[in-house]
């Protein structure tokens, strides 16, 4: 690991954090997976950090969508103390940032203490000037930065599991409860698949529908990869073992979170949607999960009012912005009406040639 050593005296009792900046090389050497090891043991040891602070995100990022990332640590006493990983994503069409974390949904600073903290931001807006971008975005969970320009279109929903599954079952409002039944009297079931094949299909067929372009298949692939058994692939099958409707989870300490989903047409009027995140939870209670966090959506959208029907309450997500070259928060996401136009062409593309070039496109859109 190539590193930067610095000084920085950061703290109210006087002392110094030793901010070691460098790259987690995605390479297979001891010295390599030393380096990550020693980074993600940091990150399940803090309160703050969260699945996309893991060290494997450097690899995914850098070899998949090509983007140089600047994953920085700071270190006391030869202990690691927090983690800030950063992308730099530049686009023509899009903007140039420096992103903690490109698809993400939480990123930003995890750290011990308010120093450390304060440290890592700090370089991380040095790197931000010297790269000359227009900005820098951090995704954090808590605000930090009153003062700093913030994006308030997303929420996540997060919800405690009961210990009893049929409990959790319960606590599910009427409505889709309903759902989940009608589920299962359709005679559906889950089961977790060993590759990314058929909830790709589903997946990419959904996003077609909805006018965005796909993620590459090898990135889903890729994920599996880094992230072994805490990266899943769960789907739902009709009796005849039709797949209907897959979600790709992610597991992080005591935690699930449904990352990316893709349904069938039919999936809707057979309720497989609610029978697979019944099931997605019902597997989890049985691991002994705590948490159920539904992910980010947008406010005012089709997942926003779902994740509202389950009993899940939203709570703000807090993106904060340091802008050098643009006077506002650049609004790259579906709610901008400028997008309204491509959106609906790329509907009526046919859905091979959205899957070839979608990649493209999609890479940029962090």
């Known amino acids: 690991m ?23 090389p995605p390479g297979e050497s001891a010295a390599n997976s030393a380096a990550a ?6 990150v399940q040891s803090c309160p703050g950090a969260t699945f996309f602070h893991r060290a494997g995100w450097q690899k995914i990022v850098g070899e998949v ?13 030869g202990a690691i103390e ?10 023509l069409l899009f903007g140039n940032a420096l992103v903690a974390l490109p698809f993400a ?16 931001e700090d370089e991380a807006q040095a790197i931000a000037r010297r790269l000359g971008v227009d900005h820098l975005e951090l995704r954090n969970v808590e605000a930090r930065h009153p003062d700093w320009p913030t994006q308030d279109l997303y929420v996540s929903f997060r919800k405690t599991l009961l210990p009893e599954v049929e409990a959790n079952l319960l606590a599910i409002p009427r409505k889709q409860r309903a759902m989940v039944r009608k589920g299962q009297k359709n005679g559906l079931r889950s089961m977790l698949d060993a590759d990314v094949e058929r909830f790709f299909e589903l997946y990419a067929d959904n996003v077609h529908r909805h006018g965005t372009p796909a993620m590459p298949k090898r990135y ?51 309720a497989a949607n609610d029978f697979k995140y019944w099931e997605l939870m019902r597997r ?16 005012g959208t089709g997942s926003y009012a ?61």
């Open 105 to 120: 949904v939480y990123g930003g600073v995890a750290a011990r203490d308010e120093a450390v903290a304060a440290a890592l």
């Open 220 to 270: 889903f692939a890729a994920l599996r990869e880094v992230f072994g058994a805490d990266c899943e692939v769960l789907t739902v099958e009709d009796g005849a073992g039709r797949p209907l409707s897959s979600v790709l989870s992610f597991y992080f300490r005591d935690e699930v979170l449904p990352y990316y989903a893709g349904d069938d047409l039919s999936a809707r009027e057979l």
């Open 306 to 366: 779902f994740k509202k029907n389950w009993g899940f309450e939203p709570q703000p997500l807090h993106y904060e912005y340091r802008l050098y070259k643009r006077a506002a928060i650049p609004q790259n996401n579906p709610a901008n009406a400028k997008y309204r136009l491509f959106i609906e062409a790329w509907r009526r593309m046919p859905r091979a040639l959205a899957n070839r070039i979608g990649p493209f496109i999609v890479r940029n859109l962090a």
């Open 2 to 24: 190539k590193m930067s050593p610095q000084e920085i005296c950061a703290d109210a009792s006087g002392g110094c954090v030793r901010l070691a900046i460098g790259r987690l």
């Open 284 to 299: 989890a209670c049985e691991r002994g999960l705590r948490v159920f966090d539904y992910g980010r959506s947008k406010r």
């Open 37 to 42: 090891e020693r980074w993600d043991a940091f």
């Open 82 to 91: 927090g983690v800030l990983p950063l992308a730099h994503v530049k686009s």
């Open 65 to 77: 969508f090509r983007h140089p990332t600047y994953f920085l640590y700071a270190e006391r006493g």
